[in-house]
């Protein structure tokens, strides 16, 4: 049941990436954005976005010189506190639900954990992840509701990834100082007293 | 001016009595609808108003922007591009684009997902050229405790170290371009009016600054230039339209007009690109696909002062 749901889903997912690679070339062609043109030309089922890519700290990449079959650190799916690397990550997402395994793909750490139809899903595409358990938000994200698209109302546009706004460990949107409140016209004392 | 609330003329700031000039024309159009260039031109000459006024002849006589030839339009243009470099020193752009086929704009606000930031008011007064001194703010961000709907128990000058606060929500308000907009029926000269795709926006030079759309107004929508704008040359946007953004002048009144510079080419407004949370939405209502059309579609959405019927364009609207 649920896997005839996502083949659909990612066949109009995909016919709909097609139409976005058919409006989107000419102006993106004149963009002389080459990356971007490289990845909006290879439409697959689920490259259907113009979403800008995400490159990972270059110090950590690739995750293979570690996690690769020659290294091999024995994969570990037991929740725990201290990672001896990775200390940068304080997982803080979901509870005590949620490990990194649920997430990241244990036996290719260059890939996080795959859709149902087996494909796995890269980091630039991490909303894919997003979306299997934030189902209702990831389709809100899609149609522009969630989240934030900048660029064109009519035509190309940016989107924001989850993952500009949420980081995927702790990902509770931070809180922030906000500008300063508006100069108090003048006004008669009683009336300023209201507020 | 049914809408006018008793305490809104007390809490306008400076009320400053009318001129003479001011005074008489709005007496005189009402009751027997004077051509105004006509009685301009006569009360100029009789009050010796050239040798006061800082103003050119060609801007004295210039018309409403929606009777004005192309080639007044050219002309007007030119006319204030030399104002705003000798004012400014930099080369402005004045756009006159206008309102695209097949679109009427639709703006909504996720109630739920503003965190008063105020991001946007500022991006908002740095793109539309908003005098910083006296201040002027086409957005107010209303702070409310959860629960309260009363506007009056909101406030807009909450300053706390970091937001959102527990226990309140916000809701930004600014013009709601309302299609049934009471603004724009009251003023005597028609300086202000509804474009095709939906905008309501001011020409500045044919206001007399009466500001009875500021008293029809039941959002507090518009802001009246009581004193010359102060905006910093380092700051000034030189990429105008006529109708929106370029330098405004004392005693006129102007508003927000969903950045009409930037969206009749297509770009979001202002507003929309800056929010943090991405909770502004902005769109063609005409459009089926388009993000508003959606939103409206399939979330609960709400209007301010509905009961005014005024209907605005600006939805707010709860994601969950
Ligand atoms: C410098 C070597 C190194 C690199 C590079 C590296 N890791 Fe690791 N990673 C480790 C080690 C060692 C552990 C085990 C730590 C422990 O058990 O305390 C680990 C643990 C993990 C875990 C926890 C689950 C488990 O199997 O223990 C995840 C998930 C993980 N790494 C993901 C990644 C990802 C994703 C990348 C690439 C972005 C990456 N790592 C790059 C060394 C590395
Ligand atoms: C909710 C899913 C999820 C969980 C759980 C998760 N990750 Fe990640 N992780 C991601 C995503 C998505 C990215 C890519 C982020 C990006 O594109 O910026 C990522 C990136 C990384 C990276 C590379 C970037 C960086 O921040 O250094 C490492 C290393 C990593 N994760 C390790 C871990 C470890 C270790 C754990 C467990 C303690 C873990 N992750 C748990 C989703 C998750
Ligand atoms: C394996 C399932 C899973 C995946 C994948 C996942 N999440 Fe979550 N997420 C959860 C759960 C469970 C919660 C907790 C929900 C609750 O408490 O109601 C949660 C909570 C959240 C919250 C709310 C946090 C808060 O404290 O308010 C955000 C935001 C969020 N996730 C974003 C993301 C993003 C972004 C991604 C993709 C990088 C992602 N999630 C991937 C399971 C997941
Ligand atoms: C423009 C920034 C932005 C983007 C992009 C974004 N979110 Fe959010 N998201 C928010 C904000 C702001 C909240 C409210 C968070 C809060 O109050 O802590 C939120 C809340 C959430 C929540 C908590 C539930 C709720 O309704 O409050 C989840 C889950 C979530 N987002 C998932 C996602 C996923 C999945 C994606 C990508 C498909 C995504 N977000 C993209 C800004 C964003």
Not at chain 1, 39 to 48: D, G, N
Not at chain 1, 82 to 102: F, M, P, S
Not at chain 2, 52 to 80: A, D, G, H, P
């Amino acid at each position: 049941m649920k896997s005839k749901y996502l083949i659909l889903l990612l066949t109009a997912l995909g016919i709909m990436g097609y139409c976005f690679s058919l409006a989107d070339k000419s102006a993106l062609a004149q963009s002389q954005d080459a990356e971007a043109l490289k990845e909006i030309q290879a439409p697959t089922s689920e490259k259907e976005f113009p979403v800008p890519l995400r490159p990972l700290p270059k110090t950590i990449t690739p995750c293979r010189a570690c996690h690769g079959p020659e290294k091999d650190f024995p994969v570990n799916f037991k929740r725990r506190e201290d990672l001896l690397v990775h200390t940068n990550i304080r997982l803080n997402h979901g509870g005590i639900r949620l490990w990194c395994l649920d997430c990241h793909h244990p036996d290719n750490r260059n890939y996080l954990l795959p859709l149902s139809d087996g494909k796995v899903i890269e980091f630039e595409q991490s909303y894919l992840l997003c979306g299997k358990c934030h189902g209702t938000i990831y389709r809100d994200w899609r149609d522009g509701i969630h989240g934030k698209r900048t660029g064109s109302w009519n035509g190309v546009k940016n989107y924001y990834l989850c993952v500009t706004c949420h980081d995927p460990h702790n990902p509770k949107f931070k809180p922030m100082a906000p500008m300063p409140p508006p100069k108090k016209p003048w006004t008669p004392v009683e009336v300023q007293a209201r507020h | 001016m049914r809408h006018k609330k008793s305490s809104e003329s007390g809490s306008s700031p400076g009320n400053r009595p009318p001129t003479d000039l001011e005074n008489s024309s709005i007496k005189k159009t009402n009751s027997e609808l004077l051509d105004r260039r006509t009685f301009m031109a006569g009360a100029a000459s009789v009050l010796g108003m050239f040798a006061v006024s800082s103003c050119s002849w060609q801007e004295f006589i210039q018309n409403n922007f929606q009777r004005m030839t192309k080639e007044e339009i050219e002309q007007t243009v030119e006319r204030l591009r030399k104002e705003y470099k000798e004012k400014y020193g930099k080369d402005f752009v004045v756009g006159t684009e206008g309102p695209l086929e097949a679109t009427l704009f639709g703006y909504a606000l996720d109630i739920q997902r503003c965190i008063g930031c105020r991001k946007c008011v500022y991006a908002c007064v740095e793109e539309n050229n908003q005098s910083r001194d006296p201040q002027i703010q086409y957005i107010r961000v209303l702070r409310f405790k959860d629960g309260d709907m009363d506007l009056e128990h909101s406030t807009i000058y909450y300053d706390p170290e970091e937001v959102p606060e527990d226990g309140y929500y916000y809701m930004p308000v600014q013009c709601q371009h309302c299609a049934n907009a009471p603004c724009t029926k009251v003023c005597p000269v028609r300086a202000t009016w509804t474009e095709r795709d939906g905008i309501v926006v001011v020409d500045y030079n044919w206001c007399i600054g009466c500001r009875y759309c500021m008293a029809a107004c039941p959002y507090m929508g518009r802001w009246f230039n009581f004193a010359e704008p102060v905006i910093p040359a380092e700051s000034i946007n030189t990429v105008t339209h006529y109708l929106g953004n370029r330098p405004r002048m004392k005693n006129v009144v102007e508003k927000c007009t969903f950045c009409i510079q930037r969206v009749r080419v297509g770009k979001y407004p202002a507003c929309v690109e800056v929010c943090p949370v991405g909770a502004r939405k902005f769109g063609n209502l005409l459009d089926p696909d388009s993000e508003i059309s959606k939103i409206i579609r399939n979330k609960r959405v709400f209007r301010l002062k509905s009961e005014l019927n005024t209907q605005p364009k600006f939805y707010y609207f709860f994601a969950t």
